[in-house]
């Protein structure tokens, strides 16, 4: 099956870059969903072509639901091409045409469609006529197309002489356009910009490839998805890692010395503040029991090691200011 074109849908315009740099206008056409629904033979139509269908049409007429139900199709497609080919082997009747298998980012491409419709325009904006005269005393003339023909002879106006008329709504075709990607959803992304408005159809015809082909250019933000979608460490996930890796750094001294210390409750500032003052209150007690049988305030006891600094401090005063070790050699 040497099958060159799939019919599209013109879905948005918008603009990108090239990996060198350049701006360039994008044009996308979704093709995905090409049904084969009719194959008309040499021996029988007198040509080889492939019918292809696209869209769903949601009130077919019985005819229209005939010719779909022949092709083994559940639903009737909305708009039907014929494309011309030279060989049919390989066709199957109600088979849905791949993308990949036609067209390639770098693929040149005609795009075949039907313009915008203008309406009834005069010979300025439908021929670029420029006009007559601005002056001398040309008041009416600025959009006029001047003269239509000759005199006597031939005495009329030849035909397809260009004139005011209906504009638009005409089959354009614009050659040479390039594919620059492909997206996964089927659509199409056209450098240029192609004819008809927006939901419109066309036929995408492949003539060749661009040996000079230059890829799109595609924001690290995608790229970062696309990396996460595949199974790769992401820059979160390094972020993560040092993480943990400085936490497994610290010292064991910094640690907490086990769980259970941790999970053991703390005193509270009340159960303290009672503490303390029940500690105070048994101090008083003892106080006041000492006060009462000697009749006077307690004298608290000296300790031995105050008692033997009192003496070597006495004895250095004494020996007149011997050094420690050596007053305690004389003692």
Known sequence: MQLNSLVGKKIYQKQGFLQDGTRVPLTGVEVLGNMISQIKTESKEGYNALQLGIGIKKKA???EMGHSKKAGLEKTPRFLKEIRVNDLEGAVLGSQVSVSEIFQPGDMVDVTGTSK?????????????????????QSDRH?????????????????????????????????????????????????GLVPGSINSIVVVKKIGENKKFIPL????????LEEKSAGQPSVSDDVQQIKGDSRSSIPDDARPTSESEANEPTASLSDSQSIKSAQSQEISTDLSVDSS???????????????????????????????????????
């Open 117 to 137: 419709g203008k309406g009834f325009a005069g010979g300025v904006k439908r021929h670029g006529f420029h006009g007559g005269p601005k002056t001398h005393g």
């Open 293 to 331: 049988e000697d009749g006077q305030a307690p004298i608290a006891q000296e300790s031995d090691e105050d008692k033997e600094n009192k003496k070597l401090s006495e004895a250095k005063s004494a020996s007149g200011g011997k050094s420690k070790e050596e007053v305690k050699d004389a003692s």
């Open 217 to 224: 250019y595609k924001e690290a933000v995608e790229e970062q």
């Open 143 to 191: 959009r006029a197309p001047g003269s239509i023909g000759q005199g006597t002879t031939p005495g009329r106006v030849y035909k397809g002489k260009r004139m005011a008329g209906r504009m638009g709504s005409d089959t354009v075709t614009l050659k040479n356009l390039e594919i620059i990607e492909i997206t996964a959803d089927g659509v199409l992304l056209i450098k």
């Open 61 to 63: 007429a019985k005819r």
